[in-house]
Every structure is written in C-alpha cells, then in structure tokens.
C-alpha cells in the first residue's frame, strides 16, 4: 500500500555493459533493465544487472546544460557579488558533461579551478514558455552536479563559455531521482573527505518554478536538457589529485578526481 504522502525513490541510471548502453531502475545493488527510455512510459524488463558489474555514464545527454548564477546569497557574497536583480543565466555545452566517476582533466589555460556543488533539474518534455503552475509537469527528476568553474578566467573574460564551458566542467549523476521534492534539501560538497560546502535548497533565492520561467521565456527546453539552480557558499579550488564529491540528500553522491591534462 502506497502511504499518502510519502514517496518511494526511483532512480534512473543510464549505464554501459560490455559495450551496450542503456537505463535501469536502481534497485540496491542491481539495475533493473528498463525497456524503452525514460523520457516515456517505460517497463522494467525484470533482467537484473550487478551495479559493480556496469559503468554509470552521464544519466542524461542533454542538448544544453543552463546555469544559473549566483542564487544563493551567501555564496554571491563570498565572491563579492551582489544578487542580481534578474537570474544570471549561462550555458555549459554538451561536451562539457561527464559522468559519476569520470575524471576532471585540469585545464591547460586556468591557475585557479573552484568546485560548485548544485542541484540539477532534468527536464522531461519538449517545452517552452511554461507557466508556473505547470513546472513540475515538465520535470523528469533531479541529479547532483558540479559546476566546474575557471574563477581566474571567469574574472577576467566577460562571458564565461570557457570559463564554465571547458571539457569536463560538468559531472552530473549519479542517477536521476524521479520522485522527490527538491525545495528542502542538504547540498554538500567534500574534497579529499573535507567538507567545503554546505547549504540548504530552501536557500535559493529564486526557487525552481521561477527558474523554469524564466528560462523558457526565452527557449525551447528538450527532454534531457539541464537546468543547474546555483551554488551555495564555500567555493574553493581543485587541484590534480584531488577526489571532490557532491551530496544531495535524497539523491546521492556524485565523485571525481582531478588529473592533469594529457
Ligand atoms: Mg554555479
């Protein structure tokens, strides 16, 4: 019996196995194949796959990652920014985008590499121009990202395509959560086990639904596509070596290392 109120987790991972690709329901430590994809009415198949057998991959390709900037207000005061009247809006590319376990490869053309632990909106449906009231329709579920960023080049170019828009700059995952409300969560960000960051969503200064609005004012958001909400305070740097890992309660954990560029 499904109890008023309460919400069983499904995660959605897109993974690859002896060379195929694919998505299942995590179910502990297994996949459940899901036939289809999960931007439609899907079945699980019932063929379990072990998930130390797989490799988790990107949970989503999307065509364009959106962030926004500077909507939590402790952090826009840690780098000296006021909060801005209207949302700071961004893209990352889709080649900016790895997933749970990929390596950050340093840029050559940065001193300074900051993490930014955020939570990621996954859209489910072809949209624009949505109102408020129907955000949530157009909501597949939520992953944790981390919104590399080169802060020496972001401070000294004027927009910031490489700055945030760098290979590698996007690790999402590790699975999408489907059924899960996203407007109280605990955001954290560990380096080496060290806790860097820590905030609450609840801290946004523009909630989801604003967000969304805004952005499909402007453009048409595909299935797939990424909307990143913002960081809370407690940026810092990365270096080579370094193993930095998002949380977000009710989601999951998302970790990468830093190498050197080859
Ligand atoms: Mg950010």
């Not at 999307?62 to 780098?79: C, D, S, T």
């Not at 969503?201 to 967000?211: F, K």
């Amino acid at each position: 019996m499904i109890n008023e109120g309460q919400r069983q987790p499904v995660r959605i991972a897109r993974f690859s196995i002896d060379g195929n690709v694919g998505f299942g329901v995590v179910e502990d430590d297994a996949l459940d194949v899901i036939k289809g994809h999960p931007f439609a009415e899907f079945e699980r198949s019932g063929q379990k796959v072990p998930l130390d057998k797989v490799r988790l991959l990107p949970p989503v390709l999307p065509n364009k990652v959106v962030g926004v900037g500077r909507n939590y207000a402790e952090h826009a005061a840690e780098l000296g920014n006021a909060v801005p009247d209207v949302p700071v809006t961004f893209f990352k590319p889709s080649t900016s985008v790895i997933g749970p376990g990929d390596p950050i490869a340093y840029p050559s053309f940065s001193q300074e590499v900051h993490h930014e632990a955020e939570l990621a909106v996954v859209i489910g449906r072809m949209c624009r121009e949505v109102p408020r009231e129907r955000v949530k329709d157009v909501i597949l579920g939520y992953t944790c990202a981390n919104d590399v960023t080169a802060r020496d080049v972001q401070q000294r170019e004027k927009q910031w395509a490489r700055a945030k828009g760098f290979d590698g700059s996007c690790p999402l995952g590790p699975w999408v959560e489907t059924e899960l409300d996203p407007a109280d969560l605990t955001i954290q960000c560990t380096v080496n086990g060290e806790q860097r960051q820590l905030g609450r969503t609840s801290d946004m200064v523009r909630p989801i639904e604003d967000l969304i609005v805004h952005i499909t004012e402007a453009m048409t958001l595909l299935p797939g596509d990424v909307i990143l909400t913002g960081t809370p305070a407690g940026v810092g740097p990365l270096n080579v070596g370094d193993e930095v890992a998002v949380t977000i309660e009710g989601i999951g954990t998302l970790t990468n290392k830093v190498i050197k560029r080859g």
